[in-house]
């Protein structure tokens, strides 16, 4: 008796040209799952797998944090509670953005295509915002130098990231490949603390392993 079936995909999924430090993890953990996922299936580009509300706790935190750290950026990295700080609040969309982000999910989780009881996020956008607030509070250096207009983030960061960083004192999104390996890696902030400089990573878990292994691969690059 055959209590689950599988079909093959429609096209199998090729090695990516770089891996990225997740998709290693992946590799390490099941080659074959990571393949099965990201393959073809009919209409789908990648298997519909159902998201876990952790990680989509995690991925509406990390994209507030994102926009809010570039925002800062633009305008010379605010102390808080200033006015250039509340403006870069306002710039990056940062509270109500919580609270839309939310409901957005809720529709894509009810219109989700895979089979299986339907769930919703338990936490409000208001709840997902203080985390935030604690999260950037911790990693935030403020420098209170001359703002500047130009964006710094994955694909339009220039080569040079050595000397914008000396020059900027904390860049966010920063995309950096190996030179002679087939590795990249988006960090979310690398910044200056004290003579050294710092890569930081926002997480909404708790610590792991994993998350070591990322920032030594993020260190390699």
Same mark, same amino acid.
């Given at each position: 008796? /055959?209590?689950?079936?599988?079909?093959?995909?429609?096209?199998?999924? $090729?090695?990516?040209?770089?891996? /990225?430090?997740?998709?290693?993890?992946?590799? $390490?953990?099941?080659?074959?799952?990571?393949?099965?996922?990201?393959?073809?299936?009919?209409?789908?580009?990648?298997?519909?797998?159902?998201?876990?509300?952790?990680?989509?706790?995690? +991925?509406?935190?990390?994209?507030?944090?994102?926009?809010?750290? =570039?925002?800062? &950026? +633009?305008?010379? *990295?605010?102390?808080? @509670?200033?006015?250039?700080?509340?403006?870069?609040? *306002? $710039?990056? $969309?940062?509270?109500? &953005?919580?609270?839309?982000?939310?409901?957005?999910?809720?529709?894509?989780?009810?219109?989700?295509?895979?089979?299986?009881?339907?769930?919703?996020?338990?936490?409000?956008?208001?709840?997902?915002?203080?985390?935030?607030?604690?999260?950037?509070?911790?990693?935030?250096?403020?420098?209170?130098?001359?703002? /500047?207009?130009?964006?710094?983030?994955?694909?339009?960061?220039?080569?040079?990231?050595?000397?914008?960083?000396?020059?900027?004192?904390?860049? /966010?999104?920063?995309?950096?490949?190996?030179?002679?390996?087939?590795?990249? &890696?988006?960090?979310?902030?690398?910044?200056? =603390?004290?003579? @050294?400089?710092?890569?930081?990573?926002?997480?909404? @878990?708790?610590?792991?392993?994993?998350?070591? *292994?990322?920032?030594?691969?993020?260190?390699?690059?």
């Amino acid at each position: 008796m /055959s209590f689950y079936e599988l079909q093959r995909p429609t096209a199998w999924a $090729d090695p990516p040209s770089a891996w /990225s430090s997740t998709n290693l993890d992946e590799v $390490d953990g099941c080659p074959r799952r990571w393949q099965f996922l990201r393959s073809r299936w009919g209409d789908f580009e990648r298997f519909p797998v159902r998201p876990y509300p952790a990680a989509i706790v995690g +991925q509406i935190v990390h994209e507030a944090l994102d926009r809010l750290t =570039r925002a800062c &950026g +633009q305008r010379g *990295n605010p102390a808080f @509670g200033t006015a250039e700080f509340s403006a870069a609040l *306002n $710039d990056a $969309d940062f509270f109500p &953005g919580f609270a839309r982000a939310v409901t957005e999910w809720q529709v894509r989780l009810m219109a989700h295509p895979r089979p299986g009881p339907a769930f919703r996020l338990r936490a409000s956008g208001e709840e997902l915002a203080n985390r935030a607030v604690r999260m950037f509070r911790e990693q935030y250096k403020p420098y209170g130098e001359v703002a /500047s207009r130009t964006v710094y983030r994955a694909t339009d960061t220039p080569a040079d990231v050595k000397a914008l960083l000396k020059q900027k004192r904390g860049l /966010s999104e920063v995309k950096l490949t190996h030179p002679r390996l087939p590795f990249l &890696g988006i960090l979310d902030r690398v910044q200056y =603390r004290g003579e @050294g400089v710092e890569i930081v990573d926002f997480k909404t @878990g708790k610590p792991s392993d994993k998350h070591r *292994n990322q920032l030594l691969h993020y260190a390699l690059l």
